[in-house]
């Protein structure tokens, strides 16, 4: 009993950390804003549509197929997302000037988010006893949050000392840890695998959750407009990009 409970601390910690790196490669591109802008003269709605390109990709894939999303194969979907995204960032690298290749990159790195948000907390709800799941979810939720300050930080730095084109290694970087997690992790077939029985629109048509659905959809674009418009304005305001 001891021994499956320490498989299982050092399977969560595992992918606490795989969820860490994977929005941390994500939110390297925070910092990108001021650069499209003042370098490259992006327009406001071409910034608010690159940055938010991600968010736009996970809805349509939980609106469409986030019922079939605990038949997928978890890890094998994990790793096509994450090694598309390592490659969009290297065309960004090679193509920092052009805002259509990037936008074109932008677009091919979107199914890692849309895999690398829906998977990872599907794994974690498999793996968790019903009685834990709540405070279980609420915990693994904190490395998503922690990569904000993560991305912003190491960011800023990068911005600082190289080139803008390096936030897409750094991205990169965070991305390939990730990766490497996934390949690590052994997913046991004796989790349990919960059947989901109801589609995205039944789940939304239910009175009870149309206010959480009306908070997350305020904050999202709340957040959506601070990480896609903070650095312009502190960049302006300041003399450098800034979000931490």
């Not at 290749?101 to 709800?125: E, V």
């Not at 290694?169 to 390939?176: D, Y």
Request: a positive charge; hydrophobic letters at 55%; charged letters at 15%.
């Amino acid at each position: 009993r001891s021994k499956t409970k320490r498989r299982f601390y050092s399977t969560f910690i595992l992918l606490f950390f795989a969820n860490l790196t994977f929005f941390s490669g994500h939110a390297s591109l925070n910092m990108l804003p001021a650069f499209l802008k003042n370098s490259l003269g992006a327009s406001s709605g071409y910034i608010g549509f690159f940055m938010n390109v991600n968010s736009i990709a996970m809805i349509l894939f939980v609106a469409l197929f986030g019922i079939y999303s605990n038949k997928i194969d978890k890890k094998i979907s994990l790793l096509i997302g994450f090694a598309l995204f390592i490659a969009s960032m290297a065309v960004m690298f090679f193509n920092p000037d052009n805002l259509w290749i990037l936008l074109a990159a932008r677009f091919i790195s979107a199914p890692s988010y849309a895999f690398g948000f829906t998977m990872f907390t599907n794994i974690i709800f498999d793996i968790l006893p019903k009685e834990k799941r709540s405070s279980g979810i609420a915990l693994f939720g904190i490395s998503g949050i922690m990569s904000n300050p993560v991305g912003a930080f190491f960011g800023e730095k990068v911005v600082g000392i190289f080139q803008y084109k390096y936030l897409f290694i750094m991205g990169a970087f965070f991305m390939f840890i990730a990766l490497v997690c996934v390949l690590i992790f052994k997913e046991k077939e004796h989790y349990h695998k919960d059947k989901i029985s109801l589609t995205f629109w039944k789940v939304l048509s239910d009175k009870r959750i149309l206010p959480y659905a009306l908070t997350a959809f305020i904050f999202g674009g709340v957040f959506g407009v601070f990480n896609s418009f903070i650095p312009i304005y502190t960049q302006e305001i300041v003399g450098s990009p800034n979000l931490s």
